[in-house]
């Protein structure tokens, strides 16, 4: 089993529409959790890390549900830009531990 | 402020020669990371420097591979008797807390 599981889609989906990824992770012991996103041939990039309380940044929303090691994160009212692969990810600890990645869900924004 | 810095971002190597990869990470992060993302896989993770020690390499997949770090910045990951297996895209990131910045990567092609 996949340390990191998430669908790899594609979520083919028009501009305005709301999006939902889901991810679980197999390590109980797992403290912190980010999704990232990555374009085409570019790097990754943090797109915001996921607290247990849930976080809002703009129209980005991300759940955590340690019972179930499931996360979540929700795109609100998608744009063209918003088309990537986006990266479930986990580390052990907080601070200075290496990060365990999903091999990515990929989004398509539609005219 | 300047962000994570690679060099060189494209290598293309005869299998059997060795490689040296560069990192230049954020100033002020203590720790820095490599990844390797190989043609359709995930992340994976390979090394974790705290200051110019190496806590964590259980990533590095043979002896092939070794890395180090110096004056508490710039690291440089060495493959020696690069094989064709090894064509992939190497990562660093840096980070101060949890967070990990990526830098553009270093796509190496062992041919």
């Known amino acids: 089993r996949k340390e990191v599981e998430q669908d790899p889609g594609p979520f083919n989906v028009p501009e305005g529409a709301t999006v939902a990824f889901n991810c679980t992770y197999s390590n109980s012991a797992s403290q912190s959790f980010f999704w990232y996103r990555q374009d085409c041939r570019k790097e990754p990039k943090l797109l915001m890390s996921v607290y247990s309380s849930g976080n809002e940044d703009g129209r980005f929303t991300a759940q955590l549900n340690r019972a179930s090691q499931y996360i979540s994160l929700l795109i609100r009212d998608s744009k063209l830009s918003d088309s990537a692969t986006y990266l479930c990810?986990?580390?052990?600890?907080?601070?200075?531990?290496?990060?365990?990645f999903g091999t990515g869900t990929q989004l398509k924004v539609e005219l | 402020g300047a962000g994570v810095s690679q060099s060189p971002s494209n290598k293309v190597t005869e299998k059997g020669k060795d490689v040296e990869l560069r990192c230049d990470p954020i100033?002020?992060?203590?720790?820095l990371y490599w990844y390797r993302q190989s043609l359709g896989q995930g992340l994976e993770f390979l090394i974790y420097?705290?200051?110019?020690?190496?806590?964590?390499k259980s990533g590095l997949p043979s002896d092939r591979f070794s890395a180090e770090r110096t004056g508490g910045s710039v690291s440089t990951l060495t493959i020696q008797r690069t094989q064709q297996e090894d064509s992939a895209v190497y990562l660093c990131?840096?980070?101060?807390?949890?967070?990990?910045?990526f830098g553009p990567g270093t796509r190496l092609t062992v041919t």
């Open positions: 420097f705290q200051g110019n020690s190496a806590p964590d």
């Open positions: 100033s002020g992060h203590t720790a």
């Open positions: 990131a840096s980070s101060r807390l949890d967070e990990q910045y």
């Open positions: 990810v986990v580390s052990l600890t907080g601070g200075g531990n290496k990060l365990t």
